[in-house]
């Protein structure tokens, strides 16, 4: 019940999915062992390989990244069947060059200090491998 | 940066972007301790206790939960800025009853041998304690 796609249409979708997506879905591990997703704004993006986002370095993501970094980031479009799912590892970054390429207008509602606010940090994510999936075809590849 | 909500107000929220979420997404976590995600048809629910889905018996997903039933569930708007995260564990069934329950006009596309064709599985979440989320505020309860 997988029959396969090509992998160069499969990366080109999944590149068009990241590109049109508002939000990516974060998956963590809680330390229960229990799988955790929340939404995140969809920011930047290297490729396939690297997915950029910022969060409060309070919040409880942050923790849990920093006790355990494996991870994964989710793109969907409903309407159309289609799903990115992108498995990896994510570090917490707070350098001076990480926070000035995700700061955007309107970041200072969740972060009062500014670019320097200690509760800004951004998460940079690498990708080692992904799955695509199209209705009923679907293709894993390496990355 | 977590103010909190009523908890009444955070559970009716809940239940009404349950009711008109079209996806859910799944977590699970595969064999190397990474979290996966995969969108799944919002078929059926009770309260924020227990959400039913359907899925292939062969598929990666249903491997992954026989090793570890550790799973969430998660339920977003974009749009309005809230999610749901519902956190629990996920059991694989294949009674009549439960089959039957969740057949759907269509499901022969994905199951060709119909309600009793081996292939088909039913997949019952139940919930131990969500989070819910609306802009700036959320609230963590047990369910």
Redesign the interface.
């Known amino acids: 019940?997988?029959p396969n796609m090509e992998k160069d249409v499969a990366i080109a979708e999944s590149l068009a999915l990241v590109e049109r997506s508002?939000?990516a879905?974060l998956?963590?591990?809680?330390g229960?062992?229990?799988?955790?997703?929340?939404?995140m704004m969809n920011m930047e993006h290297e490729g396939l390989k690297v997915v950029w986002f910022s969060t409060?370095t309070?919040?409880k993501r942050v923790a849990q990244i920093l006790q355990?970094p494996?991870?994964?980031v989710?793109f969907?479009d409903?309407d159309q069947f289609k799903?990115l799912?992108l498995?990896?590892t994510i570090e917490v970054l707070q350098d001076d060059k990480s926070r000035q390429r995700l700061w955007r207008p309107g970041c200072e509602k969740?972060y009062p200090l500014g670019v320097t606010d200690p509760?800004y940090s951004v998460l940079r994510f690498t990708a080692s491998w992904g799955n695509y999936y199209h209705g009923?075809s679907n293709i894993t590849f390496d990355i």
């Open positions: 019940m997988e508002i939000i879905m998956g963590t591990v809680d229960n062992g229990h799988p955790n997703i929340k939404a409060n309070s919040s355990n494996k991870t994964c989710y969907v409903a799903g799912m498995v990896g969740y509760d009923l």
